[in-house]
């Protein structure tokens, strides 16, 4: 199968090599959660709540009391792709997926101004189709920023894969599942810092830092992009306050 038409260039979904999906971004989606957020990267949808900083609820544990505990849980919907097998909750892909986007949170999130207590975030993926652990990161960075959780920066993730000899921007599923190597990063952007880097193939060097690049230019538009949101969502509640 042909992922990049050697006429035009194109991938099969019609991008070209270096072009993203379309974001779709929306805050405040879980009422009863401190802070929540929609995300969509092309046809890949996930939802995040937040809750917290609140009173740490986990007892009998040895905990660093000077600072935030950060607790991740990811799941998948069972509707959220075509295999209808049910997914048995904390499967080993789910616990490692949830451990990667704690670590990932946990980068960015000023812990130590909220010292006994806990923050929990719930990923969950409404419907899949490539870039699933990357959506979830970007999801959960906006629910952060509903919540008002500090932060010393925010932190996003792209992927990025080398297919037919062409690195490839935002792997869809049928992308991400042609066996091609990819490189999942997270980074946060102003700081320029790689808090998240994932590879699950081996690259030749010259051609790993052209595909990383390529991720981490993805990031920082994503970045942008959310800045967006959370600066348009600022605005919206200065003319709630104001009327």
């Known amino acids: 199968m042909e992922y990049v038409n050697p006429l035009t260039g194109l991938r099969i979904d019609g991008r070209r090599p270096t072009e993203m999906r379309h974001l779709m971004g929306q805050i405040g989606v879980v009422s009863k959660a401190d802070g929540s957020a929609l995300f969509e990267m092309g046809n890949t949808r996930v939802i995040a709540a937040v809750y917290g900083p609140r009173q740490l609820q986990?007892?009998?544990?040895?905990?660093?009391n000077n600072e935030a505990l950060v607790r991740c849980e990811y799941s998948m919907a069972n509707f959220s792709t075509g295999d209808r097998a049910r997914r048995p909750k904390g499967d080993r892909r789910s616990t490692e997926i949830s451990l990667v986007i704690r670590q990932t949170m946990e980068a960015c999130?000023?812990?130590?101004?909220?010292?006994?207590?806990?923050?929990?975030?719930?990923?969950?993926?409404?419907?899949?189709?490539?870039?699933?652990?990357?959506?979830?990161?970007?999801?959960?960075?906006?629910?952060?920023?509903?919540?008002?959780?500090?932060?010393?920066?925010?932190?996003?993730s792209c992927s990025a894969g080398y297919l037919c000899t062409t690195p490839l921007l935002d792997l869809?599923?049928?992308?991400?599942s042609a066996g091609g190597p990819d490189v999942t990063v997270g980074i946060l952007?102003?700081?320029d810092k790689v808090t998240l880097l994932?590879?699950?193939?081996?690259l030749p060097l010259d051609t790993f830092e052209t595909v990383m690049q390529l991720a981490i230019e993805g990031c920082k538009a994503i970045a942008q992009y959310i800045r967006e949101i959370m600066l348009q969502n600022t605005k919206q509640l200065?003319?709630?306050r104001g009327s």
């Open 58 to 64: 986990i007892k009998g544990q040895q905990m660093n």
């Open 109 to 156: 999130i000023l812990t130590k101004l909220m010292p006994r207590s806990q923050i929990d975030i719930f990923v969950q993926v409404l419907q899949a189709d490539g870039g699933t652990r990357s959506a979830c990161i970007n999801a959960a960075t906006l629910a952060l920023a509903d919540a008002g959780i500090p932060m010393r920066d925010i932190v996003t």
């Open 172 to 176: 869809n599923y049928a992308e991400d």
């Open 189 to 191: 952007a102003k700081m």
């Open 198 to 202: 994932q590879m699950d193939a081996k």
């Open 238 to 240: 200065e003319c709630r």
